[in-house]
Each structure stands twice: as C-alpha cells, then as structure tokens.
C-alpha cells in the first residue's frame, strides 16, 4: 500500500520502509513547517532522511492532491 505523504499521520508513515516513530515525527514536523510536499524528491530535506534513504522508501510513498504530482 502506498503512503500520502501530504494526508498520512505518524502511524500511516510508519508503513513506508525505513521509518520509525521518531521519522515519522520529523516528516510530520516538515510538513507542518513547509507546506505540502510537491514531491518525493523533497524527503532529503527531512533530517535523517538521506539519498540512500530516500531510494529505499520511494516506492512505498507518493505526494498527493496536497502538492503537485511527483
């Protein structure tokens, strides 16, 4: 199942491959400082998350209505 990043809470987040409570917290964090995310790509900008990471997520994740398509 894939994961709104722009509607999804802590719990729904935590389903993406490689994050926890505390990530889940941060990418929350983001977007409640940022805005939407108008892209996956955007993820590298959460602390914690790196290029690695991101790859390793990206197929379990999506951006929403809330930002523009990815």
Do not use: W
């Not at 894939?2 to 409570?21: E, F, H, K, M, S």
């Not at 964090?29 to 993820?43: K, Q």
Request: glycine share 12%; proline share 4%; aromatic share 2%.
């Amino acid at each position: 199942m894939l994961v709104d990043l722009n509607t999804a809470d802590a719990q729904a987040l935590q389903r993406i491959r490689g994050v926890g409570p505390a990530l889940a917290e941060a990418i929350l964090a983001h977007r409640a400082e940022n805005g939407p995310f108008s892209s996956v790509d955007e993820l590298v900008q959460v602390k914690g998350i790196g290029a690695a990471s991101l790859e390793k997520m990206r197929p379990h994740c999506y951006v929403g209505d809330g930002g523009a398509e990815d």
